[in-house]
């Protein structure tokens, strides 16, 4: 093996295992969202407890924040799931990540032949195309 191709898989491995360094932020995201909860909880104690001598107004607005809280908290879900399993989970060889669950699909590993293929439906059945 040439010294170009050694240096070649050098820096792909390496690039390749940065992907952890992303898992940092996605430990912080899910601290951040153990925050948005204890606010979230603050918010329905002061609901509750200016329930009878607030206004009307007062309520929506209480209700609006605890909305934009709940909002945030999915939105950082997603961020956390969608990210992990894009750039931090681990990759098999052959490019499956696991198994499959319902609704979802695996193609070829090329990506150009469908020869390999399989869909998972909700009943467990599993559909494989040839």
């Known amino acids: 093996m040439g010294l170009g191709k050694r240096t ?3 820096i792909q491995k390496v690039l390749f295992a940065s992907r952890w ?7 912080a995201l899910a601290l951040c969202m153990f925050i948005l909860m204890l606010k979230a909880g603050q918010h329905v104690l002061h609901l509750v407890h200016d329930a009878i001598s607030s206004s009307e107004s007062s309520v929506v607005l209480d209700t ?3 909305i934009d809280l709940t909002l945030t908290s ?3 879900v997603l961020v956390i799931f969608s990210g992990f399993e894009n750039f931090v989970s681990q990759v098999a060889d052959d490019g499956a990540r696991g198994p499959l669950r319902d609704g979802q699909a695996r ?3 090329d990506g150009t032949s ?6 998972v439906f909700s009943e467990g059945s599993v559909a494989r195309c040839s």
């Open 114 to 119: 469908p020869s390999r293929c399989e869909f």
């Open 74 to 76: 999915s939105l950082v």
């Open 64 to 66: 609006l924040g605890l």
């Open 21 to 27: 360094l992303l898992a940092p932020f996605y430990v």
């Open 8 to 10: 070649e898989l050098f």
């Open 107 to 109: 193609g070829g590993g």
